[in-house]
Nanobody, 122 residues
Framework: QVEFTESGGGLAQTGGSLSLSCAAS????????MAWFRQASGKEPKFVAG????????YYADSVKGRFTISRDNAKNTVSLQMNSLKPEDTAVYYCNFLLQFGGTVPSHNPWGQGTQVTISS
């Protein structure tokens, strides 16, 4: 199993930007689709952005299209999420995980990391 460590979260103002990073250890992310998910307080985790194994294809939840960009660096075993034009509804704990299938929104059964808290003030 791969361990994920998310970082880069914090407090930002509406309209601001944050850059999140997910570092994988104990195994490689190469060859696997990856995704970011977020979990708002009291709610189920929701898909945010997905990327294929080599970074040539990506897709997003409607709520973040045009504002968020997912990327990956397989050589560094990392996945990133650039978040711009932040809104209060982006407030959540953000997690990365393998995507069960590229094009879908379902995470794998690999354990979740600790996540990183993103809080957007209004």
């Amino acid at each position: 199993q791969v361990e994920f460590t998310e970082s880069g979260g914090g407090l930002a103002q509406t309209g601001g930007s944050l850059s999140l990073s997910c570092a994988a250890s104990g195994g490689t992310i190469s060859g696997w689709s990856m995704a970011w998910f977020r979990q708002a307080s009291g709610k189920e985790p929701k898909f945010v952005a997905g990327i294929n194994w080599n970074g040539s294809g990506d897709y997003y939840a409607d709520s973040v299209k045009g504002r968020f960009t997912i990327s990956r660096d397989n050589a560094k075993n990392t996945v990133s999420l650039q978040m711009n034009s932040l809104k209060p509804e982006d407030t959540a704990v953000y997690y990365c995980n393998f995507l069960l299938q590229f094009g879908g929104t379902v995470p794998s059964h690999n354990p979740w990391g600790q996540g990183t808290q993103v809080t957007i003030s209004s």
